[in-house]
């Protein structure tokens, strides 16, 4: 095998964003008057900044959320786009994780669209939230820049 050396970045070579790890140890799901935490020790290492991607797809859920449950056939056509573009932001912002299903078997890593669609509602609301959580707010960054 041949051994390979870290070397330092050459003068004037892009420094990328770092991914970021997002624990998941805080993932809960009531059942029967119990909390499970069924994600505990397991882990989302995600992109570190945030793509216009994941700002399309807040602009579809918030869209979403504004429907209620009046929906035309036009809406449901959306949301089912909505859902699509959801699905596709996730698999593109999830570069690794170590998430097991409900018998304890791994997911693929990265995970697949299958896998993805695979989800509790509440587990993909925990993925965007972690996305979301990826991007920081344009004021944020100003202030940092100044």
């Known amino acids: 095998m041949a051994k390979t050396e870290k070397t330092a970045p050459a003068k ?3 420094e990328k964003v770092p991914l970021r790890l997002v ?16 994600h505990k020790s397991e882990w989302i290492k995600l992109r570190g900044q945030g793509r216009m991607g994941d700002t399309l797809m807040v602009l579809k859920l918030q869209r979403l959320q504004s429907l209620g449950g ?6 449901a056509d959306g949301a089912t786009e909505a859902l699509e573009q959801i699905f ?3 698999e593109s912002s ?8 409900d ?4 997911y693929d890593s990265p995970p697949t669209m299958h896998d993805l669609q695979g989800l509790s509602p509440k587990e993909c609301n925990y993925l965007i939230g972690a996305v979301m959580g990826a991007m920081p707010d ?3 960054d100003e202030a940092k820049n100044d």
Not at 23 to 36: H, I, L, P, Q
Not at 70 to 75: A, F, N, R, S, Y
Not at 103 to 106: A, F, H, L, P, R
């Open 23 to 38: 624990a998941s140890d805080d993932f809960t799901v009531e059942f029967s008057g119990r909390k499970y935490r069924p």
């Open 138 to 140: 344009a004021d944020e």
């Open 88 to 90: 596709n932001t996730l």
């Open 70 to 75: 009046d929906m035309t056939p036009e809406d």
């Open 94 to 101: 999830i570069v690794e994780w170590n998430w097991t299903d």
């Open 103 to 106: 018998d304890g078997k791994q």
């Open 12 to 14: 004037g070579a892009p």
